[in-house]
């Protein structure tokens, strides 16, 4: 359906544009409910990056490579996964579309309301979020960066690359590995392509 297709499609720099934002007006509130807390606030904006590094492996293993059954489940794992496989360079395809991440970072800030209190859940829902951010900037450059990499990120870019073009199975984190060697996910030796 090309009405949905269009959906699937997100300039990169739309994402911090429309995060960064939100995740600076959370910060600032629990900044000032907290008080003269510095501590607090970096605490927990810690929390919510390691938090963000958790539902990134776990959405993309999970729910994005899940199995899909019938045709509206196939293509809705298309629309939201499916076309990113499919099309691994095109440009417009390689960030979390606004559409569908705005629905999924509302629950995610309802289940840190869960969990927390005000201010300490509006301080972590800021560290998510600017660690979503990252993720998905990173997630593009990796597709698309073609120049000298740090060490780092030419690991990571290899992980990614295994992942797309040798064994969608493995290397599920893009942000960091640390899931994937956690839960043995990581290409087996030997078989990681190289770059």
């Known amino acids: ?21 939100v995740a600076a007006y ?4 629990a900044a000032r409910a907290a008080g003269p807390a510095p501590g607090f606030l970096a605490l927990h904006l810690a929390a919510g990056v ?6 990134e492996y776990s959405m993309h293993r999970f729910a994005f490579h ?12 298309f629309l939201f996964h499916g076309c990113h496989h499919k099309f691994p360079e095109d440009g417009l395809r390689l960030v979390f579309p606004p559409a569908a991440g705005a629905p999924i970072a509302f629950l995610l800030f309802k289940a840190l309301g869960l969990l927390l209190r005000e201010p300490a859940q509006r301080a972590a829902f800021a560290g998510l979020l600017v660690a979503y951010v990252a ?6 450059m990796l597709h698309h960066h073609a ?9 990571l870019k290899a992980a990614h690359m295994n992942h ?8 599920f984190g893009i942000s960091t590995s640390l899931w994937d060697h956690l839960l ?11 770059l």
Do not use: M
Not at 1 to 21: D, F, M, N, S
Not at 135 to 140: F, I, K, M, N, P
Not at 164 to 171: I, L, N, V
Not at 184 to 193: L, M
């Open 26 to 29: 959370n910060a600032a509130a």
């Open 1 to 21: 359906h090309q009405g949905l297709g269009a959906l699937t499609k997100t300039e990169w720099y739309v994402i911090p544009l429309l995060w960064l934002p």
């Open 147 to 155: 120049g000298v990499l740090h060490p780092f990120l030419r690991e």
């Open 184 to 194: 043995g996910t990581r290409p087996a030796e030997g078989k990681a392509r190289a």
């Open 66 to 77: 899940a199995r899909s059954r019938g045709a509206a489940g196939n293509t809705l794992h």
């Open 135 to 140: 993720y998905d900037c990173l997630h593009y």
């Open 50 to 55: 390691l938090l963000w590094w958790a539902v």
């Open 164 to 171: 797309h073009y040798a064994d969608p199975s493995c290397s």
